[in-house]
């Protein structure tokens, strides 16, 4: 059974960091994409980052770039998201999700398996 489940929110200052992590179990996923997205009360689920099977490339939202820095480490099945300089419109609940499904890296449709969200608050 294929779980994923996202760790390292909390609670962080305007400029702050945080560094969210993605753990996959049941199977390798060395060879697929994977996004992170996220969702704030009352809007739908945004696209933030996400990486290919190999590492490169990498894409994100406008308004992440230069600030978040997604990374995978394939022999621990694990994907990571360094968020720096974070922003009170950063607060969201992250959610981690593996690309099975042919398509574009930012439109939610073309992940499966996601996880439960974590929790991002930037308090300004």
């Known amino acids: 059974q294929v779980q994923v489940v996202e760790s390292g929110g909390g609670l962080a200052q305007a400029g702050g960091s945080l560094r969210l992590s993605c753990a996959a179990s049941?199977?390798?996923?060395?060879?697929?994409?994977m996004g992170w997205f996220r969702q704030a009360p009352g809007k739908e689920r945004e696209f933030v980052a996400a990486?290919?099977?190999?590492?490169?490339?990498?894409y994100y939202v406008d308004s992440v770039k230069g600030r978040f820095t997604i990374s995978r480490d394939n022999a621990k099945n694990t994907v990571y998201l360094q968020m720096n300089s974070l922003k009170p419109e950063d607060t969201a609940l992250y959610y981690c999700?593996?690309?099975?499904?042919?398509?574009?890296?930012?439109?939610?449709?073309?992940?499966?398996?996601w996880g439960q969200g974590t929790q991002v608050t930037v308090s300004s």
């Open positions: 999700a593996i690309k099975t499904y042919t398509g574009s890296y930012y439109y939610p449709g073309t992940y499966d398996y």
């Open positions: 990486i290919s099977g190999p590492g490169l490339p990498t």
């Open positions: 049941g199977r390798t996923f060395s060879t697929s994409g």
